[in-house]
C-alpha cells in the first residue's frame, strides 16, 4: 500500500521568497522559516470552477471589450497545455489571464504610465482546459513597461496567468514571456528564477497555430505539481 | 531547402519540471477580481462563500496584511478555502477604506478531532510565490489545545494562526515580518 503525497515546490526552479534585487521582496517576503504541514483534505481539493458560464468571448481579449473597433497591436494566439509533473493532463481547470496593451498600459486604474489606454482592449480573459488539459487564447501582444523598481527598470512584455490545477497544492501564479526579449536579461523578477527554470517561463513561437493573415501563435505550456507515492508507514 | 506543407509546430512540454511561480504583480484586480473595484468585467468569485442574507450562521472574518514596516499592504489579494464545505472565495485588499480583507463564511467544523480552520492562500507585488496558512478560532480553546497541526508550531507563534473573536466578527491580521510574523505553512 501507499499513499499519495503532493510534491512540494522545486527550488531548483522556484524563485527564492527573498530577492533582494526586485525590492518589494525585501519588506514583503516571509523571513522566517515555513511550517511544513502534514497534507490533509485541504490540500487533497481545491476549487471546482466548472459550474460557471464563461462568456461566449472571455477567452479572446481581441473581442470581449470592444466599444468602437479592433483594438489596436498585434494580435496573437497563445495556447498548450496544462499537465502536472507526472505528466498527466489537467483537465477543466480555470485559466485566468490579465496583461498591459500593445502599448505597454494596463487598465488599472494605478497604473500611471504615460501610454495610451485602448477603449477596445480591456487586458484580461480566461477559459477552461478541455479534455486533455489544452487551452487556447486570443489576444494582443502586450507591450513592455517602466516601473519604479530602480532606474530606468522596464518590464519585459508579459502575460500574467493564474491556475488552479486539481487541488490547492497546484495553485500557480506566474508570467509569460516572450522568446528573444532583450529585456529579460535585466528583469530582476525573471531573474529571481534560478537559471534552472527561466526556460520554462519563455513561450514559443509556433507556426503551427499561427493564423494565415490573422494572427501569430506562441505556445507555453505550463507544469503544476505533481505527486509522488510513500510506503504506508 | 524542403517544401514543408505542414509547419513546424513548437515543442510541448509535458510534465518535468514545475513552471516557475512569478508575483501576482500591483494590477490583478481587473482581471482577478473586477467587480470589486469596479471594472466591467464578470467576477467568478467574491468575498462571500455563503450569501450571509441567506445563511444566518455566516461568520464574518475581517484582517489586515502589513509589512516588514507595519505599514498596511493594500494590493494583496487573499484566497480562502473551506475544504469540508467546498466553498471558496477572493478579495483584494485595495477597496476597502482601512485596506482590510473581508469574508463571509460559514465557521468551519472540526473533522477527526482536528481544531476546524479554513485555508488562506495570499498573493501580493512583493511575492515571487504565494503564501499558505491557516486561520484557526479563538473559541476553539480545547481542540487548539491538541490540534496537531497548531502542535507541530513553535508555542510562541501559535496565536498568529488564531482569528480572535469580538462580537459576531473573527479578526485575522497577517504579518509578513517581525516579531508577531505568521506562520506561513509549506504544502
Ligand atoms: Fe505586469
Redesign the pocket.
Known sequence: MSNIIYNNFDMEVQPPRLAPDYTSTILRAPTKPLVLLKQSLSERTGPVFGDFNLGEFDHDLTKNARVNGEPLGERIVVHGKVTNENGQPIPNTLIELW??NSCGR?VHKVDQHDAPLDPNFLGTGRCMTDSEGYYKFYTIKPGA?PWGNHFNAW?PN?I?FSLFGANITNRLVT?MYFPGDPLLQYDPIFLAVPPKGRDLLISSFDLSITEPDFALGYRFDFVLRGHHATPFE | MENSTAPTAATPRIGGLQTPSQTV?P?FAYGLAPEQYHYNFRSLTNNELVDPLQTVEAITIVGKVFDGQGNVIPDAMVELWDANNQLFGRFGTGTDVEKRFIFKALKPVSVNGDAPYLSLILFMRGQLIHSYTRIYFSDETALNANDEVLLAVPAERRHTLIAQKTGNYYTFNINMQGDNETVFFEI
Open positions: 496583461q498591459a494596463y513597461y518590464r508579459h500574467h508570467q | 504583480g494590477y
